[in-house]
């Protein structure tokens, strides 16, 4: 059935109080769906228990962005992705929330004893984590309930040797991180954070550290010196060089900083590869009487100094930086700790619940904390492991996974790049994306399985795919479904401005997507294994 939202019908000026109850066409079409899908439905679908349907929100609640709770989501996010200023900052932040939880830290180069009814985590690098929670029925051999995210984003990142300069200022040398929309990041107060290695009693310690206050910008050319007023052009190289400071402020001649005459023979010693302002701001970071002579390695990224924030007349959007693809790892992470609200449900659950958020999605995956790792089959097998050789392999064979990174909404000023009957719209649900080249890793099963799960958590769901005649980006969930045969679909929640230091989503999708997945935990393998 298709169904399309009515324009509501001229009516006189309402008063204020009834202005606010008037549901938009976007909400009144959610609500319509849901119902319609209820009324189709109810007699074949399988149905959820009481007290799930009691935890999770009303589809009133969902119906658009004035309720309170999509409000409270929302709100939660961004203290979430402000504080998560680059891959790192996500996982500590991811951290914090699990141990709040009752989760239990693991070592990857332990050996592990799960028990079942217990909940852990496990980092690698300290950019990608995987989150389980061991269902009390769980036995080895049983299925996986999986969803996924990545907490990196294109930015900016330091180079190893940094010191540059031009013009009587001094500048800190880049790298371009990914597929980010770099005329973007012109004129932008920007901030810096990361970790840095560095020797303490003669032993090498990592520190997180984040500046948090404006420090850098890229200034554009003036248009009156452009040759081609019409159009942007950027030498990545050449034109994408922060700058930090002046000679005149820094207190330098014209001749500019200079480099240590005689370079050090120790290969720990980076003071000759930056410059020395640059580096007391670091140690300034660090704090602890941190020297520069003490810094080994850094690894820094540049960020938008100006926090993420719900914006807009109704106060329905959220404008920020990396939401592509903090709300997929806000979101997974966020939805496995509150399936665990329902200990009843807990009990009797055979499966693992999973939530895993990878680095380096933005340039391929192809690192030991990427998504490509086998990392990820390290620890399945770990937690499958049982009496027999093959458990494993019978434990995927009832999994699924979720592969949730961000997908475009149909842009107003950009309609004709967007497929005509696949146009996914603000507040409107949680986004399927579907390719038939295999760039998306959904199929007919996988879809068939969310759709009831979506159903029972009261939670709509759109479609995308890409026209014919464009190309069409990829993710996670293609690499992890060939790499560990495992059942996957890909989704996202529906943004603007994909990959611009400054992107735009909705606020509905975060408590929209935290619920499917909420629910997703909770009855994967009641409504997958009729299916098998």
Same mark, same amino acid.
């Given at each position: 059935?298709?169904?399309?939202?009515?324009?509501?019908?001229?009516?006189?000026?309402?008063?204020?109080?009834?202005?606010?109850?008037?549901?938009?066409?976007?909400?009144?079409?959610?609500?319509?769906?849901?119902?319609?899908?209820?009324?189709?439905?109810?007699?074949?679908?399988?149905?959820?228990?009481?007290?799930?349907?009691?935890?999770?929100?009303?589809?009133?609640?969902?119906?658009?962005?004035?309720?309170?709770?999509?409000?409270?989501?929302?709100?939660?996010?961004?203290?979430?992705?402000?504080?998560?200023?680059?891959?790192?900052?996500?996982?500590?932040?991811?951290?914090?929330?699990?141990?709040?939880?009752?989760?239990?830290?693991?070592?990857?180069?332990?050996?592990?004893?799960?028990?079942?009814?217990?909940?852990?985590?496990?980092?690698?690098?300290?950019?990608?984590?995987?989150?389980?929670?061991?269902?009390?029925?769980?036995?080895?051999?049983?299925?996986?309930?999986?969803?996924?995210?990545?907490?990196?984003?294109?930015?900016?990142?330091?180079?190893?040797?940094?010191?540059?300069?031009?013009?009587?200022?001094?500048?800190?040398?880049?790298?371009?991180?990914?597929?980010?929309?770099?005329?973007?990041?012109?004129?932008?107060?920007? !901030?810096? *954070?990361?970790?840095?290695? $560095?020797?303490?009693?003669?032993?090498? #310690?990592?520190? &997180? /550290? =984040?500046?948090?206050?404006?420090?850098?910008?890229?200034?554009?050319?003036?248009?009156?010196?452009?040759?081609?007023?019409?159009?942007?052009?950027?030498?990545?190289?050449?034109?994408?060089?922060?700058?930090?400071?002046?000679?005149?402020?820094?207190?330098?001649?014209?001749?500019?900083?200079?480099?240590?005459?005689?370079?050090?023979?120790?290969?720990?010693?980076?003071?000759?590869?930056?410059?020395?302002?640059?580096?007391?701001?670091?140690?300034?970071?660090?704090?602890?009487?941190?020297?520069?002579?003490?810094?080994?390695?850094?690894?820094?990224?540049?960020?938008?100094?100006?926090?993420?924030?719900?914006?807009?007349?109704?106060?329905?959007?959220? !404008?920020? *930086?990396?939401?592509?693809? $903090?709300?997929?790892?806000?979101?997974? #992470?966020?939805? &496995? /700790? =509150?399936?665990?609200?329902?200990?009843?449900?807990?009990?009797?659950?055979?499966?693992?619940?999973?939530?895993?958020?990878?680095?380096?999605?933005?340039?391929?995956?192809?690192?030991?904390?990427?998504?490509?790792?086998?990392?990820?089959?390290?620890?399945?097998?770990?937690?499958?492991?049982?009496?027999?050789?093959?458990?494993?392999?019978?434990?995927?064979?009832?999994?699924?996974?979720?592969?949730?990174?961000?997908?475009?909404?149909?842009?107003?000023?950009?309609?004709?790049?967007?497929?005509?009957?696949?146009?996914?719209?603000?507040?409107?649900?949680?986004?399927?994306?579907?390719?038939?080249?295999?760039?998306?890793?959904?199929?007919?099963?996988?879809?068939?399985?969310?759709?009831?799960?979506?159903?029972?958590?009261?939670?709509?769901?759109?479609?995308? /795919?890409?026209?014919?005649?464009?190309?069409?980006?990829?993710?996670?969930?293609?690499?992890?479904?060939?790499?560990?045969?495992?059942?996957?679909?890909?989704?996202?929640?529906?943004?603007?401005?994909?990959?611009?230091?400054?992107?735009?989503?909705?606020?509905?999708?975060?408590?929209?997507?935290?619920?499917?997945?909420?629910?997703?935990?909770?009855?994967?393998?009641?409504?997958?294994?009729?299916?098998?």
């Amino acid at each position: 059935m298709k169904l399309k939202a009515t324009p509501s019908q001229p009516k006189a000026s309402p008063s204020p109080s009834r202005q606010v109850s008037l549901l938009s066409p976007v909400r009144r079409a959610a609500r319509s769906l849901t119902k319609c899908l209820r009324s189709q439905q109810e007699d074949e679908m399988v149905q959820p228990s009481s007290l799930l349907r009691s935890k999770l929100p009303t589809a009133e609640e969902m119906a658009g962005p004035a309720s309170v709770e999509v409000r409270k989501a929302a709100t939660e996010f961004i203290s979430f992705l402000n504080k998560s200023v680059t891959p790192f900052h996500a996982v500590q932040e991811c951290v914090t929330r699990l141990k709040a939880a009752g989760f239990e830290e693991l070592k990857e180069c332990d050996q592990w004893t799960v028990q079942p009814k217990k909940k852990y985590f496990v980092t690698k690098n300290r950019s990608c984590i995987l989150a389980f929670a061991v269902g009390g029925a769980y036995k080895p051999g049983n299925g996986f309930s999986v969803v996924v995210g990545h907490t990196d984003s294109p930015c900016l990142r330091v180079k190893p040797i940094s010191r540059q300069q031009g013009d009587k200022f001094i500048q800190v040398g880049v790298s371009t991180y990914g597929g980010g929309i770099w005329r973007t990041w012109f004129d932008r107060d920007l !901030s810096l *954070a990361g970790e840095v290695a $560095l020797k303490k009693d003669n032993k090498l #310690v990592r520190k &997180l /550290i =984040n500046i948090a206050r404006p420090v850098m910008c890229i200034p554009n050319l003036a248009i009156h010196l452009e040759t081609d007023r019409t159009k942007f052009e950027c030498n990545n190289e050449t034109n994408l060089r922060p700058i930090l400071e002046s000679f005149a402020a820094a207190g330098l001649d014209g001749a500019g900083p200079k480099k240590p005459e005689t370079p050090s023979c120790d290969p720990r010693d980076i003071s000759g590869e930056h410059h020395s302002a640059f580096l007391e701001l670091l140690c300034e970071a660090v704090g602890d009487g941190c020297k520069a002579t003490d810094l080994v390695d850094l690894d820094l990224y540049l960020y938008d100094a100006q926090p993420a924030a719900i914006t807009g007349l109704k106060e329905e959007f959220i !404008s920020g *930086a990396r939401l592509d693809n $903090l709300v997929g790892t806000y979101t997974a #992470v966020t939805g &496995l /700790i =509150n399936s665990l609200d329902d200990d009843a449900a807990f009990s009797s659950c055979p499966n693992v619940r999973v939530a895993a958020c990878y680095d380096n999605e933005e340039v391929g995956s192809q690192s030991a904390q990427g998504a490509e790792t086998a990392f990820t089959e390290h620890v399945l097998r770990k937690l499958a492991a049982g009496g027999s050789t093959t458990e494993f392999e019978c434990a995927i064979g009832r999994s699924m996974l979720i592969s949730a990174d961000q997908a475009h909404a149909a842009h107003p000023n950009y309609s004709a790049k967007h497929e005509e009957n696949h146009r996914p719209a603000f507040h409107g649900g949680v986004v399927v994306k579907v390719n038939h080249n295999q760039r998306y890793a959904t199929t007919m099963t996988t879809h068939a399985v969310l759709k009831q799960i979506a159903y029972e958590a009261g939670v709509p769901l759109q479609k995308m /795919i890409v026209r014919n005649d464009s190309p069409c980006g990829s993710t996670v969930g293609p690499i992890l479904s060939s790499r560990l045969g495992l059942a996957t679909i890909d989704v996202g929640c529906p943004q603007l401005a994909m990959h611009s230091i400054r992107e735009f989503g909705d606020t509905s999708s975060i408590l929209q997507a935290q619920t499917l997945y909420t629910t997703f935990f909770k009855r994967l393998h009641d409504v997958l294994e009729p299916m098998l």
